[in-house]
C-alpha cells in the first residue's frame, strides 16, 4: 500500500521535533508572564465566570502547565467557552493538544473543519491571524469551535507548523513554550442562521479576547 507523501513528511517531522527536542534538554528561560488567573472576566460586552478545574485525570493527559477555564455571557447572545492552555516546556513529551483529538474522547464528532482569517488588535497595530472553523455535534447538540495554537509573537492554525516552529525556536532561543486557545459557542438550532450567529459570537468575542493573550502568552 502506498503511503501518502503528506503522511510520509508529518511522520519525519514529528520524529525530527522529538529528537531534537530530546537531545537538547538543558533548562529553558523563564519568560515573564501574568498567571492565566488573571485573565479578565470582563472582556468587551462579555461577562465571565470560572468553570471547574479540570480533575487529576484530564490534567495528567493534558499536562499543561496553566490554564483558563472560563463561560462568558452578553445580552441576547449564546454562552461562550474559552479554554486557554499554557506548556512552559514541551520537551518531556507534555505538549499542545490540538482539539480534534480531545473532543471526541468527550463524545464530540467534527462535521465540517476550514479555516477564517479574522483582523485583531495587537499592540496598537491592526494584524490578520488565520484560525481553525470547526463545527462539532454530539447527538442533537451542535457546537461552534474556533482554536489557535499561540507563541512567540505567532498565530499558526497548522499544528504541522506549530511542530516546525517548536524546533525552530528551541534552537534559536532554547524555548519551547506555546499555548492553545479555544472558543466555543452552541448552536441554537440546525439552520444556516443559527451558524452564522454563531460565527458572528465566536469571531467578535476571539477579536475582544486577543489584545489580552499577550500579557499571559509571551512573545
Known amino acids: 500500500m502506498k503511503v501518502p507523501v503528506r503522511v510520509l513528511v508529518v511522520a519525519l517531522l514529528m520524529a525530527a521535533t522529538w529528537g531534537y527536542l530530546g537531545l537538547k534538554s538543558h533548562a529553558e528561560p523563564t519568560p515573564v508572564r501574568e498567571p492565566l488567573e488573571q485573565l479578565p472576566y470582563d472582556i ?3 461577562r465571565g465566570t470560572r468553570e471547574p478545574d479540570f480533575d487529576q485525570q ?16 452578553r445580552p441576547g447572545g449564546p454562552a461562550i467557552s474559552l479554554y486557554v492552555g ?12 490540538s482539539p480534534l483529538n ?4 468527550a463524545g464530540w464528532v467534527p462535521t465540517a473543519a476550514g479555516r477564517r482569517t479574522l483582523l485583531v488588535a495587537d499592540s496598537g497595530h491592526t494584524r490578520s491571524i488565520e484560525v481553525n472553523r470547526v463545527l462539532i455535534q454530539k ?3 451542535r457546537q461552534l469551535v ?5 507563541g512567540h509573537g505567532r498565530v499558526i492554525a497548522s499544528e504541522y507548523w506549530g511542530k516546525a516552529y517548536l524546533v525552530v525556536d528551541a534552537i534559536r532561543m532554547n524555548r519551547t513554550d506555546g499555548a492553545l486557545v479555544r472558543v466555543m459557542v452552541p448552536l441554537r438550532d440546525d439552520g444556516r442562521d443559527a451558524e452564522a450567529a454563531a460565527d458572528g459570537a465566536a469571531e467578535s468575542f476571539a477579536r475582544a479576547l486577543f489584545p489580552l493573550l499577550g ?5
Open 102 to 105: 480531545c473532543l471526541p474522547g
Open 58 to 73: 484530564v490534567m495528567s493527559i493534558l499536562g499543561v502547565d496553566d490554564y483558563a477555564l472560563r463561560s462568558y455571557w
Open 146 to 150: 474556533l482554536y489557535w495554537y499561540q
Open 139 to 141: 447527538g442533537l447538540d
Open 215 to 219: 500579557h499571559h502568552l509571551p512573545s
Open 86 to 97: 499554557y506548556y512552559g516546556s514541551q520537551r518531556q513529551g507534555d505538549t499542545v493538544h
Open 44 to 46: 468587551a460586552e462579555w
